[in-house]
């Protein structure tokens, strides 16, 4: 006996994103602010100025990646349950990367499924983890390892929100910019390497290119079942590396950093990519400071890190590798003696 149950059906999930200064926000219906201490005391009466709601609340969780977890899930969930949120309820995810997952991913759960938007504060937030509806919080097996794909209902990327942010997280945010880049627009990186993208205007400029280029790729792979994992160059090492430091010492896209430097060595020796131009993406990321060296402890431990990372399966690891600057390949024919022999020249110096 068989019994079909006919799902076949178009599902629209496209949503606006708007790059300029944030409009009146009015729903009809409860809504929560989802942030952290430090984006509330910053910017949160901005914010409040520009919203009304049928009910509105507040819901902070502690700032860091480390609190990226399950507990900081929880608190969030029971705050909703206490204020007896419905299915019609709205969730606003205001703060950077960490606070977008979290709000995102309690989104997708709660009564399985409310609608949410996202407000990003940050340059790595507004250029890449707030477009693209990836959710999602880490264990200590890794990063983002628990999570969905669920679409915000709109993004909002207002530029005030970057005069306040510290030089360490505008870093982070152009190695994103840097990374989009590489891997899908030769004449984008040229204008980075000539670029002052702590001038305003031309920091919106690249904002909106960064952000065009992710939202053609989400576009044509929603949930990531090929050409989307090439936005992931750098974080197959990148993930290894918070993982070793336990998400204390580098900020998310400071280990995207190291990690596409890593990535563009293991091009190097496959052929896909010039010394030159490995060292022209070095020193695009040097010119924001960011760090482009890490010292491996232990090679074999790192290696087998790997195997965590969403791309890979049990007996292959997905590496995403840029070809020249401004193409990108996603592949599984990396040796483990090839790749071992990058990571040592990253290893314990003497």
Do not use: W
């Amino acid at each position: 006996m068989l019994v079909n149950i006919p799902l076949k059906r178009v599902v629209d999930d496209s949503y606006d994103i708007s790059i300029d200064t944030l409009p009146k926000l009015h729903f009809d219906t409860k809504v929560a602010i989802v942030t952290n201490p430090k984006v509330a005391g910053l910017h949160l009466g901005y914010l409040l100025s520009k919203i009304s709601a049928k009910e509105l609340y507040i819901i902070t969780v502690a700032d860091g990646e480390e609190y990226k977890n399950q507990a900081s899930i929880d608190t969030i969930l029971e705050s909703l349950f206490n204020h007896r949120f419905n299915r019609k309820s709205m969730l606003i995810a205001f703060g950077g990367g960490v606070i977008g997952d979290m709000c995102g991913y309690v989104s997708s759960i709660y009564q399985r499924g409310i609608d949410f938007i996202q407000i990003p504060t940050t340059l790595l937030s507004q250029v890449d983890a707030s477009v693209g509806g990836k959710t999602g919080m880490n264990n200590s097996y890794g990063k983002n390892l628990v999570g969905a794909f669920h679409q915000p209902r709109a993004v909002y990327i207002d530029p005030y929100f970057l005069t306040t942010l510290p030089e360490r997280e505008f870093g982070a945010g152009i190695a994103e910019v840097v990374k989009m880049a590489v891997t899908f627009n030769k004449d984008f990186f040229e204008f980075l390497e000539s670029a002052d993208l702590k001038n305003p205007l031309v920091l919106q400029e690249s904002i909106m290119q960064a952000v065009q280029t992710k939202a053609s790729v989400v576009a044509e792979d929603e949930k990531e079942h090929g050409l989307r994992a090439a936005l992931n160059y750098g974080h197959t090492f990148g993930h290894v590396i918070e993982n070793e430091t336990q998400y204390k010492k580098y900020l998310h896209g400071e280990a995207v950093a190291i990690g596409m430097v890593m990535a563009n060595q293991t091009a190097v020796k496959m052929g896909l990519m010039s010394d030159e131009e490995a060292q022209r993406v070095k020193l695009l990321l040097e010119k924001y400071n960011l760090e482009t060296s890490y010292v491996i402890a232990d090679v074999e431990s790192f290696y087998e890190t790997f195997y965590l990372d969403k791309k890979s399966s049990d007996s292959s690891i997905k590496f995403i590798l840029p070809v020249s600057i401004g193409g990108v390949e996603i592949t599984d024919e990396c040796s483990k003696e090839m790749i071992i022999e990058v990571l040592q020249g990253f290893g314990k110096k003497a």
